[in-house]
């Protein structure tokens, strides 16, 4: 099964920049969707973008469309999200997450991803 690592996490003040990455390790990464989803304190667990196993479609919630854009490098084995003109309201523990898929229709429901990262924590201070 594959092991997901998130990274790239920390502190940025309003209006900065982060990337965070996802590596991931056992079978090949290209057998996967890829997602990252990220949970406030005190909030549910809430989708950000989610990418097919090609790259090929993405999908972005509508508080983060604009800002973040989500690829990857099946290469490297390795997801990314990057991050730009963060909020506060941003701030939350980010988890990538993973479901074997060789589709274009991406998941979009978190309890259809089975495989997660242990989250990086980002905070956006004002």
Not at 50 to 68: E, L, M, N, Q
Not at 90 to 100: F, G, R
Request: aromatic fraction near 14%.
């Amino acid at each position: 099964q594959v092991q997901l690592f998130e990274s790239g996490g920390g502190l940025v003040q309003a209006g900065g920049s982060l990337r965070l990455s996802c590596a991931a390790s056992g079978p090949p990464f290209s057998n996967y969707a890829v997602a990252w989803l990220r949970q406030a304190p005190g909030k549910e667990r809430e989708f950000a973008a989610a990418i097919s196993w090609s790259g090929g479609s993405k999908y972005y919630a509508d508080s983060v469309k604009g800002r973040f854009t989500i690829y990857r490098d099946n290469n490297k084995n390795t997801g990314y999200l990057q991050m730009d003109s963060l909020k506060p309201e941003d701030t939350a523990l980010y988890y990538c997450a993973a479901t074997p898929s060789r589709s274009h229709t991406i998941p979009v429901v978190p309890t259809w991803y089975t495989y997660w990262g242990q989250g990086t924590q980002v905070t956006v201070s004002s």
